[in-house]
């Protein structure tokens, strides 16, 4: 992926001297085109694990937004945000 990103910097030079970038032109817009390519690359050659990660993701989404809510609350005890029941209310 090393070589892969250096080829798509380049292209991505090249692609904005003939075709322009949604970004402001130079290292910008090479390193926009390079985004794009690559994220073009990846779901081409690993088409097979968007669905995977799209599983994953709403599996692991719900347990992630469980632990950061709860470590918010943990956080937030001391009454910034008086109107969300706190661990201690319970
Ligand atoms: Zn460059």
Redo the contacts with the bound molecule.
């Keep these: 992926m090393l070589f892969a990103d250096t080829l798509f910097?380049?292209i991505?030079?090249h692609l904005d001297a003939t075709i322009g970038a949604p970004a402001p032109s130079?290292?910008a817009a090479?390193?926009q085109w390079s985004n794009r390519l690559s994220a073009r690359y990846l779901r081409k050659r690993y088409w097979y694990l968007v669905p995977l990660l799209k599983v994953f993701g709403a599996l692991l989404g719900g347990i992630v937004r469980r632990r950061v809510a709860g470590w918010k609350r943990e956080n937030n005890a001391g009454g910034k945000t008086p109107n969300q029941p706190g661990p201690a209310d319970r």
């Design positions: 910097h380049e991505g030079h130079g290292e090479a390193e």
